[in-house]
């Protein structure tokens, strides 16, 4: 079976600091793994994926994810964040397809103070 | 830019009446899909649909939950007798460029928030 767990509802940071959103999943077979991206009023928009290949995936908005599958983890980093990055971040896992069923994650809500 | 889109954004019925949520992929999607988000939990899997059938559907999507592509470009969700435990926000999605194939996303629309009362 497939699941995510991000660790923190709700993470705040400065503008300009490091910005680490934590995605451990589990999955029954080699994972597709997602962040998506939500802004108030919007859908969701994907940051980036992993899918095969390469762990360290690189997406839009200068965010990157590292897939680590000794530690079931795939967590979201910015090296310094912007105000126009507070937003909710969804993790999600597919059964190794782009187009299949996800599985998301609760969320988290990433505040930025100036 | 394409996008998804979908109507109603917000829509109050009474408990026991049947709703009906509209979707417009993006033209061409092949692949579409309906999620929903009750307050404070996650996003689930309703239902899945591709080639005018649905292609896999989640343990929510019971037999008061129906899908339908009626004229080649509109994917609704019908709610047949709504229950308080429906109430959520309700996500559209569409993947699968027909003529880009798989393109590894699958957009969202911005939602229809149902509030059963």
């Known amino acids: 079976a497939q699941s995510v767990t991000q660790l923190g509802s709700h993470v705040s940071v400065s503008e300009g600091a490091l910005v680490l959103l934590r995605c451990n999943y589990s999955s029954s077979v080699p994972p597709y793994l997602f962040w998506y991206v939500q802004y108030p009023n919007q859908g969701l928009q994907l940051l980036l994926k992993y899918t095969t290949g390469a762990t360290l995936v690189k997406g839009i908005n200068g965010f990157e994810a590292e897939f680590k599958k000794s530690e079931t983890s795939f967590h979201l980093t910015k090296p310094s964040a912007h105000m126009s990055d507070a937003a909710e971040y969804f993790c999600?896992?597919?059964?190794?397809?782009?187009?299949?069923?996800?599985?998301f994650g609760r969320g988290t809500q990433l505040t930025v103070w100036p | 830019e394409p996008e998804v889109t979908q109507t109603p954004s917000h829509q109050v019925t009474q408990m026991g009446q049947e709703v009906i949520l509209r979707c417009v992929p993006i033209?061409?999607?092949?692949?579409f899909y309906w999620y929903r988000q009750i307050l404070g939990q996650k996003v689930e899997f309703l239902v899945s649909?591709?080639?005018?059938?649905?292609?896999?559907k989640s343990e929510i999507f019971d037999d008061q939950f129906s899908v339908e592509r009626p004229d080649g470009s509109n994917f609704t969700l019908k709610i047949r007798s709504t229950k308080l435990e429906d109430s959520a926000m309700y996500f559209c999605?569409?993947?699968?460029?027909?003529?880009?194939?798989?393109?590894?996303?699958?957009?969202f629309g911005e939602g229809s928030r149902l509030t059963v009362l």
């Open positions: 999600a896992v597919s059964r190794g397809s782009t187009l299949g069923r996800l599985y």
């Open positions: 999605a569409s993947g699968g460029d027909l003529d880009r194939g798989n393109t590894g996303e699958l957009f």
């Open positions: 649909f591709y080639n005018n059938e649905i292609s896999e």
């Open positions: 033209s061409n999607h092949l692949y």
